[in-house]
């Protein structure tokens, strides 16, 4: 009997290149407003919002990825048909199977590489990204495509005062690849189940089945018990990562987390000790909360803003329902 072998990839990986996709339409905070009995002034002061970008009825999910895959895609200079693996991080995906993943390898020609949706909330892009380098490293596939992708508006309460006037729609893609050096630090994952109820749906899908006004369950959040949870426990985490990274904060041109709340940066920023050379990712004030899709919007418009920042290190933490959460060090497309 012949011994069993084991295949092996690129020594090290990193992100090649980045694609982005928002909502087609603006949405002000005076739009939202009056079915929550609030203001402008109080969305500002409470989450630094002041637009966010939502689809219209004719643009899904799949229509937002497929928008900024392509875009990766060929920033990165490679064949569809290079990519091994496809993965989606997504809660927005508009049926429960099959994956999202799977029609959007079709759509950009990735067919046959593996496809899989991630439900990790607004931590599935640090999973999926996390997932990317191990496969690759593994030499399961040369290059995967791994897109954050959502359409929270389908899932936003106008009434709903605990999160809905945060939610906003958009998709962010990153292609990744073998390279020479390391491009993607070590990940610190992990959840807090004990919080389980804390962020989510208002209700189980089965219980619309039963509703005869047929109102399908929605988004809601326990703000207080999320915002404290953000702020204390993922500064730990966020800390964790760049010790794992060998990365002091002198050595990083960005950080970039998740785009849940404008006071959730301002105090990472605070406890992280950042210095004022340190690039801040604030993509929330004109895109909203993209759960899964914040982190690679968030940096694709940060490059925008700032191209000399390519090639530099970049902190990046997700973290949301579950309780879940994923951070990395890596290096700036």
Not at 31 to 60: L, Y
Not at 118 to 132: D, K
Request: proline fraction near 5%.
């Amino acid at each position: 009997m012949s011994p069993l072998q084991q295949s092996v990839g690129a020594a090290h990986t990193r992100i090649l290149s980045l694609g982005a996709a928002r909502g087609d339409t603006v949405v002000s905070n005076d739009d939202i407003a009056g079915p929550i009995d609030s203001s402008d002034e109080w969305i500002r002061q409470r989450t630094g919002i002041i637009e966010r970008r939502r689809s219209s009825e004719n643009e899904s999910a799949i229509d937002l990825a497929v928008h900024a895959s392509r875009e990766a895609i060929t920033k990165a200079g490679i064949d569809p048909s290079d990519i091994g693996a496809v993965i989606v991080a997504t809660i927005s995906n508009a049926v429960q199977t099959p994956a999202l993943a799977a029609l959007l390898a079709d759509r950009v020609g990735a067919t046959p590489a593996a496809a899989y949706d991630i439900s990790a909330a607004c931590a599935g892009y640090t999973y999926g990204i996390a997932q990317a380098d191990a496969l690759i490293r593994a030499g399961s596939a040369k290059y995967v495509l791994v897109v954050g992708a959502e359409k929270l508006s389908d899932f936003a309460k106008p009434t709903d005062r605990s999160i809905s006037f945060l939610l906003g729609d958009g998709a962010g893609a990153a292609i990744v690849g073998p390279s020479s050096e390391v491009g993607i630090g070590p990940t610190i994952w992990g959840s807090d189940g004990s919080k389980w109820d804390a962020v989510g749906m208002d209700r189980p899908i089965r219980e619309a089945f039963d509703d005869p006004e047929g109102e399908f369950p929605t988004l809601r959040q326990d703000g207080q018990t999320v915002f404290r949870w953000a702020v204390w426990e993922m500064a730990k985490v966020a800390k964790e990562a760049l010790e794992v990274s060998g990365v002091t904060v002198d050595e990083l041109t960005a950080f970039v987390p998740h785009q849940a709340n404008m006071r959730i940066i301002d105090e990472f920023a605070k406890q992280l000790k950042l210095p004022e050379s340190v690039l801040i990712a604030r993509d929330i004030e004109t895109s909203g909360n993209t759960s899964a899709a914040s982190i690679p919007l968030a940096m694709h418009a940060l490059l925008a803003q700032h191209p000399e920042a390519s090639g530099g290190l970049a902190l990046q933490i997700g973290f949301g329902a579950g309780l879940v959460f994923g951070a990395q060090v890596v290096r700036l497309p």
